[in-house]
């Protein structure tokens, strides 16, 4: 079957991206380099085109009980303009996607998911509707996405798309009603550092990514370097870190679940865990030397096999060999050496920390 495209394939052509599939897309990968494009984000600012993603909203009467009986948060009570990062969960805790929640309005929500599980997510979605009474709206086909990364993303959507979002905190959004459509605009994004991501109509959406590429503010970054700046904050990827059989405590991500909320999918198997401990974690490990971790290579401590890399880089931000690891909660101690397999040798190194470099987000 072939691929999807994004309403800015045809610029990144132009560009010169290099284009790879992902999630059921063809997105570029990478522009200029990835080490380049991962400094501008960190150092100044980069713009993604995030179109893959998908989106559901969800309004009516029964909105707030539905979204929240699939969803691990608590988002009872939310302002508007609030935004929740948490998961769906199959009821024996394992994870069908972690995705945001974003609180529109009075029963109206909008609910951001990952690219590659966009069928998948809407067909459990649809599943667990019950008898509840909801508008339930799968968006996805209608909106393109920008994100817009670094230091000084809040100069650029001010100065350079005329956006206003200063006086937006760390995860809250609004909409913005220009030329007839409605824009959403919220201080989230996937690298560690201050930015935003806009919801827009795909005509919109290139007329943003035009102004971008002309001011000569901000470069524009492929799917590579959103790769390598989410890891080194300890951000997950599905698939990687969590998956149908990693739940979100094995990722260390329970923080995002909130079993005293009340009742969702999952929520007995998360309590279980919580109080029994899992038999593997999702760990970082720091390597000495200069050899590379990648995804799938075995961790072994003690010299016997403890579980395998999920996603390993040698970190552009901080130079170290890291990665992060699913491993058994036997070794998962911070400071417990391990060693990590890459062909027919062993480097060591030991369990750290799963962030590599502090976040800098605004709050």
């Known amino acids: ?84 990062y948490g998961m769906m969960c199959y009821p024996d805790g394992g994870t069908v996607d972690d995705l945001l929640v974003y609180c529109m309005g009075a029963d109206d929500y909008f609910l951001v998911i990952n690219a590659a599980n966009i069928d998948k997510d809407v067909a459990w979605m649809e599943e667990h509707l019950g008898d509840c009474k909801v508008q339930f709206d799968h968006c996805s086909d209608r909106y393109g996405q920008l994100a817009v990364q670094g230091p000084e993303a809040e100069a650029v959507m001010e100065e350079v798309l005329h956006l206003p979002c200063r006086e937006l905190t760390f995860y809250t959004a609004k909409t913005l009603h220009i030329d007839g459509e409605d824009v959403i605009v919220s201080r989230t994004g996937y690298t560690g550092e201050d930015g935003f991501e806009i919801y827009a109509s795909h005509d919109f959406t290139r007329r943003l990514w035009r102004a971008l590429m002309a001011s000569g503010r901000c470069k524009p970054c492929g799917l590579g370097c959103r790769d390598t700046l989410r890891f080194e904050v300890g951000l997950p990827l599905y698939g990687h870190e969590l998956a149908a059989d990693i739940s979100p405590i094995m990722a260390g991500l329970g923080m995002f679940c909130k079993p005293d909320k009340g009742e969702f999918i999952g929520r007995e198997a998360l309590v279980r865990q919580k109080a029994e401990g899992v038999a593997r974690r999702v760990v970082g490990v720091e390597l000495e030397g200069k050899a590379v971790p990648r995804h799938g290579y075995t961790v072994l401590h003690e010299g016997n096999p403890v579980g395998m890399v999920t996603t390993g880089y040698q970190s552009i931000s901080t130079g170290k060999s890291v990665c992060m690891a699913l491993i058994d909660s036997s070794a998962a101690a911070l400071g417990t050496p391990v060693e990590i397999q890459i062909r027919k040798k062993t480097f060591p190194g030991k369990v750290v920390k799963k962030r590599f470099y502090e976040k800098k987000y605004k709050r």
Do not use: W
Request: hydrophobic share 40%.
């Open 1 to 84: 079957m072939e691929n999807k495209k994004t309403c800015l394939y045809d610029e990144h052509v132009a560009l010169g991206a290099l284009i790879s599939p992902f999630g059921g897309f063809d997105m570029p990968i990478q522009y200029s380099s990835i080490i380049d494009e991962h400094n501008a984000v960190r150092n100044a600012c980069g713009v993604f085109d995030v179109s893959h993603m998908g989106e559901v909203r969800v309004s009516g009467p029964d909105a707030l009980r539905y979204v929240s009986q699939l969803f691990t948060n608590d988002i009872a009570g939310a302002p508007v303009g609030k935004v929740f």
